[in-house]
């Protein structure tokens, strides 16, 4: 089992930035893959991000150029760097982790943006 614990949402003005933060509870030996998704209200979780244990990232089109994936492996640790904020932004965003072919999910981060 592994438990993801997101952080780094909040309250932010439209334009700003937020770093959201997942640290996974441990390692795990080989590729893993981990990514942000986010869920806004009425409509379906959508994807965001993801980045390899190798680094090789990949994004939802229309935000590539505003956020920014990143991850420590050493601290099994993902980040997601949102600039340029805007009010179709506002979400709960989820860290997953996939590996050895299990998926996990953490709890969610709220990431609301103020007009």
């Known amino acids: 089992q592994v438990q993801l614990v997101e952080s780094g949402g909040g309250l932010v003005q439209a334009g700003g930035s937020l770093r959201l933060s997942c640290v996974a509870s441990?390692?795990?030996?080989?590729?893993?893959?981990m990514g942000w998704y986010r869920q806004a209200p009425g409509k379906q979780r959508e994807f965001v991000a993801s980045i390899t244990s190798g680094g090789n990232t990949n994004y939802a089109g229309p935000l590539k150029g505003r956020f920014t994936i990143s991850r420590d492996n050493a601290k099994n640790t993902v980040y997601l760097e949102m600039n340029s904020l805007e009010p179709e932004d506002t979400a709960v965003y989820y860290c997953?982790?996939?590996?050895?072919?299990?998926?996990?999910w953490g709890q969610g981060t709220q990431v609301t943006v103020s007009s």
């Open positions: 441990r390692s795990i030996f080989g590729p893993t893959l």
């Open positions: 997953k982790f996939t590996a050895q072919g299990y998926e996990y």
